[in-house]
Nanobody, 116 residues
Framework: QVQLVESGGGLVQSGGSLRVSCAASGFTFSSYYMSWVRQAPGKGLEWVSDIAGRGGGTYYADFVKGRFTVSRDNAKNTLYLQMNNLTPNDADLYCC?????????WGKGTLVTVSS
């Protein structure tokens, strides 16, 4: 059974940094692209970043380029998102996603709050 458990969210001041993590289990983590998505209350999912399973190709939404860095530790089955220079617009529920050809799985998310 696929499990994705995010952690590391919290309250940070505008301009600050935070690293969120996603612990994965129930599948061969290194074989899958993983994504970070975010969701504001009452809005749909917004794609943030992707990372390839092996070799680590990374991709970012324009609004986080230069500020966020996605990484993974396949030995620990863990996905990370380092977020720097946070703004109140970045305050959302951050979820990790296992990309699987339309049969994707998502975690429940970790909440990031940014004070101005």
């Amino acid at each position: 059974q696929v499990q994705l458990v995010e952690s590391g969210g919290g309250l940070v001041q505008s301009g600050g940094s935070l690293r969120v993590s996603c612990a994965a289990s129930g599948f061969t983590f290194s074989s899958y692209y993983m994504s970070w998505v975010r969701q504001a209350p009452g809005k749909g999912l917004e794609w943030v970043s992707d990372i390839a399973g092996r070799g680590g190709g990374t991709y970012y939404a324009d609004f986080v380029k230069g500020r966020f860095t996605v990484s993974r530790d396949n030995a620990k089955n863990t996905l990370y998102l380092q977020m720097n220079n946070l703004t109140p617009n970045d305050a959302d529920l951050y979820c990790c996603e296992k990309i699987d050809s339309g049969m994707d799985d998502w975690g429940k998310g970790t909440l990031v709050t940014v004070s101005s």
